[in-house]
Nanobody, 126 residues
Framework: QVQLVESGGGLVQAGGSLRLSCAAS????????MGWFRQAPGKEREFVAA????????AYADSVKGRSAISRDNAKNTLYLQMNSLKPEDTAVYYC???????????????????WGQGTQVTVSS
């Protein structure tokens, strides 16, 4: 059974930082793109960041660009998202996702992903 388990969310003050982790089990994603999405209350799920299998290519939503860094450790089958200078509008449930497609690129739309974690709550207070 394939599982993606996020951790690292929590309550933080505006301007603070968090590092989210996503541990995969049941299959390796070392040759597959992975990504982070988020969903705020009353809003649709939106793209946050994505990374190629090698880590050589990344993509970010404009809303987090310059404040966030996505990375991965294929030996540990783990995905990360470092978020800095957090804002109240970053408050959401953050989901990691893994694709089954084998490609050198990155995916920024949720339709390209096949596996999803259960999410971790990030709350930024003003």
């Amino acid at each position: 059974q394939v599982q993606l388990v996020e951790s690292g969310g929590g309550l933080v003050q505006a301007g603070g930082s968090l590092r989210l982790s996503c541990a995969a089990s049941g299959r390796t994603f070392s040759r597959n793109p992975m990504g982070w999405f988020r969903q705020a209350p009353g809003k649709e799920r939106e793209f946050v960041a994505a990374i190629s299998w090698s880590g050589g290519s990344t993509a970010y939503a404009d809303s987090v660009k310059g404040r966030s860094a996505i990375s991965r450790d294929n030996a540990k089958n783990t995905l990360y998202l470092q978020m800095n200078s957090l804002k109240p509008e970053d408050t959401a449930v953050y989901y990691c996702a893994g694709s089954l497609l084998v490609t050198m690129g990155v995916f920024t739309t949720f339709e390209k992903y096949d596996y999803w974690g259960q999410g971790t709550q990030v709350t930024v207070s003003s």
